[in-house]
Every structure is written in structure tokens, then in C-alpha cells.
């Protein structure tokens, strides 16, 4: 704290009115006085603070003694002429206060913050004159003084000698935080005592720039410039010591919500002190730094803090969102209608568990950090329903044999529909005071469970219908990517009128395909037409298929090139609508002795053949088709029904991706 000396009652200096003047010694010449005051800076501040003294007893005996000698000469004031004199040769000197300051500093292997403090009082002091005495005369009513621009290194060295004090400041109080297994600071508030202290000293070191009452704007904004890159260090670095500390005790609910809400009130006691700082006044580098601290660093670190803290939870509700799995599997399609017992019996382990966790981080969390972890647990729960009950992971390999038969029937589909609303409303709270509708209103990852509840009501026609339809979009996508080579198709479409479409496409060629020719290379394309009522009717069709005898395989392809010709026809019949058709085409390298490597895949919807009838189509191979988020979703439900031929070469067919070479691999 600086200390600022009361130089008297009523001016500031000791000795009264009637007391005899102490004599004012020559000055010496200007070198000499160079060399007098460039030594210790200490020895030179307190010269000064002496020359000050004298100065104003001058001014104050000159005011009280002589001036009243002229007053009958009108606008003659000798007391103005002497304190503007006085002051101009004073501000002259100041330069050599600073010098003797700097030469100090420099001297010194850290910097003595015993200079720094006496730098500062005398900056004040030199204020106090200034504002008291010279203030008032006309010359200086409206100008700038120069004595803040000459002495601003004194604040800015202040300034930063804080940075360096402030951080073993922080670490102190984080310290004393820790032994006393942060607990509140009081039983009305809900963050530690570390916050109080780290703001009480900003607070007081904005005090002080606040009483320099800098005229100047833009020195002004050069301190508080300087003073919000003080404030983003010191709390930066509460931040990182605070964060150290809650990856290890966020398991502990009192200690981690008093952390978490430790946060809050730092972000709240920032809004606070950026408004009484000047807000959007402060200058473009002072705003930018605590708007930058404010919402990108502070608010980073509160995210963070939340989704570490709601994790805490992950393992118990891993636990009760599987025994509502159970339970829900062994509700059987009775027809009859679900009670709220069904419903109440199926989710409460999960509610049990939410239920506790919230009682024991309600009552030391504050409101703000409250609801933002509501809003974590609200996405961690409606994952693990996604990921165990509604819409479990497809595993890379179809095996029917060890396949868990995840197909919910329109009962549990009932019984989800009413947990999520219950879900919502114990969010939402009794009284309101949870989340906000309009938050459930715009979740997109409900909206995508309720989707697929709803598609489990489906046929499985009806899903490979719906998944084609919004596959017409992902078409588009595929031109992003650099295609991997080319297939060339001829289709017609023929419709005699008795209820069946016929189908004929001739595979003409294939180009420029990507593939290392590093050994044979025998590329062979696969026809599969996809769309509803398909299962008593041919589906696949491929050039030189396996079945074919390898002289032919021979003859029509060759092992060295990437470009060739089949101009080979295939014919289908499909019953359905062919706009709810389309054929998948997958390029293959045949191997020997095991699986054959995929090239490349392509899509074509039958939508574009039945206006023309007829078309002629170079199509563009890519790794993979694009998949929507209802598209994942439909196959999720799929997977559920593989006993289905049908649904299970769907499947197959939707997941195919470009096989990786191993000489790919050694690139990358």
C-alpha cells in the first residue's frame, strides 16, 4: 500500500503562518545539479519532496505576506506569477528524478520495490501540489500537466513490479484454499476465500490508478492497458493453479462445486470491475485483453470445468442407465397401455442417481454453475440412451449368430417417449427453476432421440425408403471430394404396365481408377439395386462374377491398367416405385484367398432415369458414401433386424468402404 504523507493541515507542510523561513540554498549550475542527482534514487526522491516543501511554503507566505502588498495594482497577482514560475522550473528537474530512478533499477538484480513505492508517493505528492496550488491558476485551468507524462514510468514500473507480486499473491491464496479443503468463505456464499483475496488486491490497486486522476486520455488508457494485461496474468495464472487442483479433487462434490463456482464469481467480479473501470471507455487494447480474458479464456475454463465435473458422474450412470435397458427389454408388447408405473419402475435407478448427485452439489454450487452442469448431465444422459437403449453402436463385422436383438417394440418405444418427458421435466425443476423449455425446444440431440423412436415404428421397407430418400442430399456431397476414379452406365427404364418396372443397365467401362499397381489387379463392378419389396427378386448383379470361370475373368480384364471396358448388360425387375429406388455400384479388386478390396463406390437414384427413360452416366467413385445423422440413425434401428436377408445386405452394402493398400498405409 502506498503510503501518502500529510504534509500539514492546511497546506501540506509543517511550520505555521508566523514561523521563521528556513533559508533556500543555491542552486547549483546544471552539471553539477546532473551529477547530485543522478545517485541513489531514494537520496533523490526525498530532495525532491524537499524542494516541494519549500516551494510551497514560498507559495503560501508569498499568498499570505506579499501579494496583498500589490493588490492595488488591479490585475497584477504576484502570487500566480510566482507559482507558475516556480512550477515551470520544477517540471524542468523531474526528468532527473526519473533518471535517478531508472539508474536504480538498473543497478539492481531485481527491482526495489522499496524505489518504486517512494516513486509513486512522490508521484502523489506531486499531484496534490499541483491540483491544490497551481490548479487554479488561469495558464493551467485547461491544460494537460506535463508532470503526469514525465513521471508515467513510475506507474508503469509500479504496474509491473505488481504482476510479479500479485502471482506469489495468488499462490498464497490458493495455498490457504487448499489447507483448508476449500470450503466457502462463508456460510452465505459459495466460493472460497482465494477469490476475495485476489480481488481485494485489484481492488485496491485500482484505487490507486483511479486517484492518480490522470487529464490525460490517452496516458489514461496507456495505464489501463497496462492494468488489464495485470489483470488477465493474475487470473490466468488462479486459473491454471485452480485447474491443476480440480483435475485431481472434482470427484469430491463440495470441493469440486466450491471450485466450479470459484469460477462464477471470478467471471461476475470481472463484469463488475470492467464497468467500473470505464467500460468500452477504457481504450481498444484495454477492452480487447478483458473481453478476451472475459469470453474466451474464463469461459473456456468454465466449460471445461463443468463437463470434467458432470464425467464425475459417467461411471454411476453408466450403471443405471443399463438397468433401465433391462428393464425396458422386458416389457412385452401386450397391448396394453403404459402406466405411469411402467414408466416410473423403467427410469428409477437413473433418477435415483441424478437425484443424489444434484442434492450433494446443489446446496455449495452457486446458481449459475448449478444450471450449467444441468445442462452437461442433460447431454451425458441423453448419450448414454442413445448408446445402450435407443441407438446402439453397429460393430464393423455383421455376425447374426452373436447378434443382441436390439428391435424395440411399439410398448418400449412408449416407455422411452414418456422417460424422456419425465427426463425434461425433472430438468426443467418443480418450480421452473432448472433449465428453460425453450433450451429442450432447441436440443438438437432430443430431437434426434425422438426421431428415432419414431422410425422404430416403422417398417424396415419403409426405413430403407426413408434413408434413400435423404441420400439424395449426400449425393451432392460427393462431388467434394477428389473422386478415386469413374464408372461409365447406361440405364433404361421400362414399364409395361402390369405393376413391374423393368430395369436394364449396361456396365460400359471403368477410368482412371486409384489403386497402387503393385501387384494383379483385377477390377470387376457390382450392381445392387436398393429400394422396398425386394427380397423374393434379384438385387446384385457383377461383371465377371465370382462364380465365372476365370478364362473369362482372364480374357476381359487386364492386371496392368486402371482404365478398361466391359460393356456388359444386367436386367432387373423391381415392383415397388422406382423413385424409391437406386442402384449402388461398388468397384472391386478380385483376390484370391481372400476378401476382395473395394475401389471405390457410387450412387445413382432411379429418380433421374424416369423422366428420360433412358440415360448414359459417368459416374464418380469415392471412398464412401456420405452418411446424414438420420441416416446413421435408420441403420442403427436396421441393425436391430438382421435376421432380415434384405436388411442384412442393406447394411452391408451402406457401411462399404475403399479398402486401404498396405502401400497407402506405408504413405501415410
Given amino acids: 500500500m502506498l503510503k501518502q504523507d500529510v504534509l500539514s493541515e492546511r497546506s501540506g507542510f509543517s511550520g505555521e503562518a508566523g514561523d521563521q523561513f528556513p533559508a533556500i540554498q543555491a542552486v547549483p549550475d546544471k552539471e553539477k545539479k546532473t551529477e547530485a542527482l543522478t545517485g541513489k534514487g531514494k537520496k533523490t526522491i526525498a530532495l525532491f519532496e524537499q524542494l516541494l516543501r519549500l516551494m510551497v511554503l514560498a507559495l503560501e507566505n508569498d499568498q499570505v505576506y506579499f501579494s496583498p502588498c500589490f493588490s492595488h495594482l488591479g490585475n497584477f497577482n504576484l ?29 539492481a538484480s531485481e527491482m526495489p ?6 516513486a509513486m508517493n512522490f508521484l502523489f505528492k506531486v499531484k496534490y501540489v499541483f491540483k491544490s496550488y497551481i490548479a487554479e491558476i488561469p495558464e493551467y485551468q485547461d491544460a494537460i500537466p506535463e508532470f503526469q507524462s514525465l513521471l ?6 509500479w504496474l509491473s513490479d505488481n504482476d510479479e507480486l500479485q502471482a506469489k499473491y495468488v499462490v498464497h491464496a490458493v495455498e490457504a484454499d487448499r489447507e483448508s479443503g476449500f470450503k466457502p468463505a462463508s456460510q452465505y456464499h459459495h466460493y472460497s476465500s482465494s477469490v476475495v483475496d485476489v480481488f481485494c488486491s485489484l481492488t485496491e490497486m485500482f484505487k490507486i490508478l483511479k486517484n492518480l486522476e490522470c487529464p490525460d486520455p490517452d ?13 488477465a496474468s493474475v487470473l490466468s495464472q488462479y486459473m491454471d493453479i485452480i485447474g491443476r487442483e480440480f483435475v485431481v479433487l472434482y470427484h469430491n462434490n463440495q470441493m469440486g462445486a466450491v471450485m466450479l463456482s470459484n469460477v462464477v464469481e471470478i467471471r461476475e467480479l470481472l463484469k463488475e470491475f470492467y464497468i467500473n473501470m470505464g467500460g468500452e471507455q477504457l481504450g481498444e487494447l484495454a477492452v480487447s485483453i478483458l473481453h478476451t480474458l472475459q469470453n474466451i479464456h474464463l469461459a473456456g475454463d468454465f466449460d471445461r470445468f463443468c463437463k470434467m465435473f458432470a464425467s464425475s458422474l459417467d461411471g454411476p450412470l453408466d450403471a443405471s442407465v443399463k438397468t433401465m435397458k433391462e428393464r425396458v427389454m422386458k416389457l412385452k408388447n401386450t397391448g396394453n397401455a403404459v402406466t405411469r408405473a411402467d414408466t416410473n419402475e423403467v427410469i428409477y435407478d437413473v433418477m435415483q442417481t441424478l437425484s443424489e448427485w444434484l442434492q450433494g452439489v446443489q446446496p455449495v454450487c452457486k446458481t449459475t454453475a448449478v444450471k450449467r452442469l444441468l445442462k452437461e448431465l442433460w447431454y451425458l444422459l441423453l448419450a448414454k440412451l442413445e448408446k445402450f437403449i435407443i441407438l446402439p453402436p453397429m460393430p464393423e463385422e455383421l455376425d447374426v449368430s452373436k447378434m443382441e436383438v436390439l428391435d424395440l417394440s411399439e410398448r418400449q418405444v412408449h416407455v422411452l417417449d414418456r422417460s424422456l418427458e419425465i427426463f425434461k421435466k425433472f430438468f426443467h425443476g418443480s418450480h421452473g427453476d432448472g433449465l428453460h423449455m425453450s433450451f429442450f425446444e432447441k436440443c438438437q440431440d432430443l430431437g434426434r432421440l425422438r426421431s428415432a423412436l419414431e422410425l422404430y415404428r416403422c417398417s424396415s421397407d419403409t426405413l430403407i425408403v426413408t434413408f434413400l430418400k435423404t441420400e439424395r442430399n449426400s449425393i451432392d456431397r460427393l462431388g467434394r471430394f477428389q473422386p478415386v476414379g469413374w464408372v461409365c452406365l447406361q440405364v433404361s427404364l421400362f414399364s409395361p404396365g402390369d405393376g413391374e418396372h423393368r430395369l436394364t443397365i449396361k456396365v460400359v467401362s471403368v477410368s482412371d481408377l486409384c489403386w497402387p499397381l503393385t501387384g494383379a489387379f483385377w477390377p470387376y463392378v457390382e450392381v445392387n439395386v436398393l429400394g422396398p419389396h425386394m427380397s423374393a427378386r434379384k438385387r446384385r448383379q457383377s461383371t465377371n462374377h465370382r462364380s465365372s470361370k476365370r478364362s473369362k475373368r482372364g480374357q476381359s480384364t487386364k492386371s496392368d491398367t486402371t482404365s478398361l471396358s466391359y460393356n456388359e448388360t444386367f436386367h432387373f425387375k423391381i415392383c415397388c416405385v422406382p423413385e424409391d429406388c437406386e442402384l449402388h455400384v461398388i468397384v472391386k479388386d478380385y483376390c484370391i484367398g481372400r476378401s476382395d478390396n473395394v475401389v471405390g463406390v457410387a450412387v445413382l437414384q432411379l429418380c433421374e432415369v424416369v423422366d428420360l427413360g433412358s440415360l448414359r452416366r459417368d459416374l464418380p467413385l469415392n471412398s464412401h458414401i456420405h452418411i446424414s445423422d438420420i441416416g446413421h440413425a435408420i441403420l442403427g434401428i436396421l441393425y436391430g433386424r438382421l435376421q432380415d436377408d434384405v436388411v442384412r445386405e442393406f447394411i452391408q452394402i451402406k457401411s ?6 498396405h502401400s497407402e498405409e506405408e504413405h501415410k
Avoid: N, S
Avoid at 113 to 118: K, P, S, V, Y
Avoid at 656 to 661: A, D, F, G, Y
Fill in 152 to 157: 508515467r514510468v513510475f506507474v508503469l514500473r
Fill in 656 to 661: 462399404t468402404r475403399r479398402t486401404v493398400h
Fill in 219 to 231: 496516458l489514461q488508457c496507456l495505464y489501463m492497458a497496462q492494468f488489464a494485461g495485470l489483470i
Fill in 79 to 107: 502570487w500566480h506569477i510566482t507559482a507558475v514560475k516556480l512550477w515551470q522550473l520544477f517540471e524542468e528537474d523531474l526528468p532527473l528524478v526519473v533518471e535517478a530512478v531508472e539508474h536504480d533499477i538498473e543497478d
Fill in 113 to 118: 520495490r522499496a524505489t518504486i513505492i517512494d
